[in-house]
Every structure is written in structure tokens, then in C-alpha cells.
């Protein structure tokens, strides 16, 4: 079955430190990738997206994420974290399997030490 | 530009009772979602529109589920009867194209509690 893991439901860091959250996928069809943030008392949005072209993708506030097709990774990156990052992650994949179906990891909850 | 309303926010029942969730999304957009996110959990799909009609309904337990979306614009989500399992929130998502690269917009969704 089609699912979607995040190795980690919860990280602790200190400000100005770096920022790796790790997701994988299972499926052998083509994806769509995402990563969400929900930040305390707000409501989901988008972080950043890969639907094709340079597997590096650049989203908002300093965080990027690298699609890496042969592990079946998406993994976010951001090299200095501060206060404000803390927040719930969720990577989502989008399955094309004649019509799209997105799949959610469990999340991970992210809370930086100021 | 206006996001996707949802109401209640919050809503207590007993179990065997019935409840119904309100979602109005983005002006324009095609695609509706309706998501079941349990404690702990990444939101689940329960059911997915294209306008009016379903694309996707395989997570639904249409035993005691059942959603609509008339005249492709609003959409209500249905539980009856509802069971203690059901405690979740429920989120309202909607995006403006069909294809699978669209952001999704979510609304605050509405914390059930059965009890």
C-alpha cells in the first residue's frame, strides 16, 4: 500500500542550528511532492513543492527540500533554524494513479530553543 | 482573498449521535477535500470533489459518512451515527486546478469530540 513516513514525530534544536526532517515514500509511479507547516494556532500551508525539473526546490522562509527519485525521498532542509520555525512538518505526496491522491506523513513537531 | 471557512470549530456529541460540518472554500476553486486528522496523526483523506462530483471517496466509511457538494461550491460532511473513534479534527482543504501539482489551502477545520 501506498504510504508516507516521517523518521521523526518530534525534534528539539537550539536557535542557529541545522535543520534536516526526513520523508520517504512508497510508490513506483510519479509524484507530487510537498511540504506543509502548520505553526501553533494557524492553519496548515504550504512550505514548498517538486512536481518536476530541479530535484533542489526553494520554499519560503529559508527552507528547501531535495527529491532524491532513487531513495524515494523528500527531505527538508534549513541550515540555521530560528525561534519562529517552531511548528508541526508534514510531507505529503501526491500519487498520480489516474486521478491524484494526496497521502500525509504523521507529521513532525518541530521546537526550537530560542 | 478570503480562505476556506469552516464551522463549527468545535463541536462535543454522544456516541449514536449525528453531526454535520460546513465547509465554504476559496472562491473559484475546483477541488474540494475533506480530511479526518486523528491526534498524532497526518491528515487522511476521507473524500475528494471535482465540482460537484467525486473523484475520490475509497477512505469514506460510507456506513455512517456521507459528504456533498451542491452546485460545486459549499460541501457539508456528515457522521451518523457518530462512534467514539470519530474524535478528530476535520479539515476542509480546496485548491484551484485538478491536477495533482496544486497547492492545497486548508481551513481551520473543527475539532470533534465524542464522548
Known amino acids: 500500500a501506498q504510504s508516507v513516513s516521517q523518521h521523526n514525530h518530534h525534534v528539539i534544536l537550539s536557535e542557529a542550528a541545522s535543520l534536516e526532517l526526513g520523508c520517504n515514500y512508497s510508490y513506483g509511479g510519479t509524484v507530487n511532492l510537498f511540504w506543509y507547516v502548520q505553526y501553533p494556532g494557524q492553519h496548515l500551508q504550504l512550505l514548498l513543492k517538486y512536481f518536476s525539473g530541479d530535484p533542489l526546490v526553494k520554499g519560503i522562509k529559508g527552507f528547501e527540500a531535495e527529491f532524491i527519485k532513487s531513495k524515494f525521498s523528500f527531505n527538508l532542509r534549513k541550515p540555521s533554524v530560528q525561534w519562529s520555525d517552531t511548528a508541526e512538518y508534514f510531507c505529503a505526496v501526491n500519487l498520480n494513479t489516474g486521478g491524484f491522491k494526496t497521502i500525509f506523513g504523521a507529521g513532525t513537531r518541530l521546537f526550537v530553543k530560542a | 482573498e478570503a480562505g476556506v471557512a469552516q464551522s463549527p470549530r468545535y463541536k462535543i456529541i454522544e456516541k449514536r449521535q449525528s453531526v454535520a460540518f460546513w465547509c465554504n472554500p476559496i472562491s473559484g476553486h475546483a477541488t474540494l477535500y475533506w480530511y479526518q486528522q486523528i491526534l498524532g496523526q497526518g491528515p487522511k483523506l476521507l473524500i475528494q470533489?471535482?465540482?460537484?462530483?467525486?473523484?475520490?471517496d475509497s477512505q469514506l466509511p460510507k456506513d455512517r459518512f456521507s459528504a456533498e457538494r451542491l452546485k460545486g461550491v459549499d460541501s457539508t460532511l456528515k457522521i451518523q451515527p457518530a462512534k467514539l473513534e470519530d474524535s478528530a479534527v476535520y479539515l476542509c482543504?480546496?485548491?484551484?486546478?485538478?491536477?495533482?501539482?496544486?497547492?492545497?489551502?486548508f481551513g481551520p477545520g473543527t475539532r470533534l469530540t465524542v464522548l
Open positions: 482543504a480546496s485548491s484551484g486546478g485538478t491536477g495533482g501539482n496544486n497547492e492545497q489551502f
Open positions: 470533489f471535482q465540482n460537484n462530483g467525486v473523484v475520490d
